[in-house]
């Protein structure tokens, strides 16, 4: 089986990275960027890098897709002549619902589009950062359609297993973007909330614990990628940072009236349904 990675930065990288240590020998990469496919080459990770890749594309059984949201839908524009018939297509978009319908309108039949999201991620971009090991143990979406043919989706089940991921799952593209936005995004939202409302010149570095390190983490992040995630799913986040501030509020009020009990309310429940996850 042919297979083509679009776009070899830290998750496309990542991707190359896994499917070389689970055999699969006939990678191929398409990037912009020279120097990330040199790597990716000299590491073993491809058989061959293309920055115009639409001959290596004709040849594709299966194509990987890990590219910025509004790139997807150019690329099937720019590529729907030249794909394999029968090819099978996926992604690593981290959200769905705003291009999903316009795929699936453009796309010939002969080819199917089975739209998915790895669990996982890093808070650095770029293929030095790429890493097999942050697909070990993750969870991995699909978002079927009614085009899809079970048999393609079973392929990429079968697929994210041999790559590491722990739990494959069938949702909606729209029940995927509402739990996104509250599962990564919110948590990226009020990371760089926290880190920007530190007041300029402490020395924070030499305070912080465990707890500011695992909570600030993604406050590292990719800023071109994150505002287009968020600004494409506008609405379930503005719904998940709303009700974060009605939760943040009840703490707020308690610690204003000196209400121990509704403190120690808040925390009992907070502790209970964290330990059910």
Request: aromatic residues 8%; negative net charge.
């Amino acid at each position: 089986m042919n297979i083509v990675v679009i776009g070899l930065g830290v998750i496309g990288g990542s991707f190359t990275m896994a499917l070389k240590e689970a055999g699969f020998e006939n990678v191929y990469g398409i990037d912009i960027n020279e120097e990330s496919l040199e790597k990716a080459k000299k590491l073993g990770l491809i058989k061959e890098g293309f920055t115009n890749g639409e001959e290596i594309i004709k040849d594709a059984d299966l194509i990987i897709i890990s590219l910025y949201p509004r790139l997807v839908k150019q690329f099937i524009i720019d590529n729907k002549h030249n794909f394999k018939d029968g090819a099978i297509i996926t992604d690593a978009t981290g959200i769905k619902k705003m291009f999903i319908e316009d795929i699936v309108n453009i796309l010939p039949q002969n080819i199917d589009f089975v739209f998915g999201h790895p669990m996982a991620g890093r808070e650095k971009k770029g293929i030095d950062f790429a890493t097999s090991e942050v697909f070990k143990g993750a969870n991995y979406i699909l978002t079927p359609v009614e085009r899809n043919k079970e048999k393609n989706l079973e392929l990429i089940e079968d697929l994210v297993y041999k790559l590491g991921f722990k739990r494959v799952k069938r949702i909606t593209p729209e029940y995927h973007d509402e739990m996104i936005g509250y599962t990564s995004q919110l948590p990226h939202t009020i990371a760089v909330a926290l880190v920007n409302s530190d007041i300029e010149g402490r020395e924070t570095g030499n305070f912080i614990g465990d707890s500011y390190r695992d909570l600030t983490r993604i406050a590292n992040i990719n800023e071109d990628l994150w505002s287009e995630l968020f600004l494409g799913n506008k609405n379930n986040l503005l719904k998940s940072i709303e009700s974060f501030e009605e939760e943040l509020d009840k703490i707020k009020n308690a610690i204003q009236e000196d209400d121990t009990e509704s403190l120690r309310k808040l925390f009992i429940k907070s502790t209970k349904r964290r330990e059910k996850l």
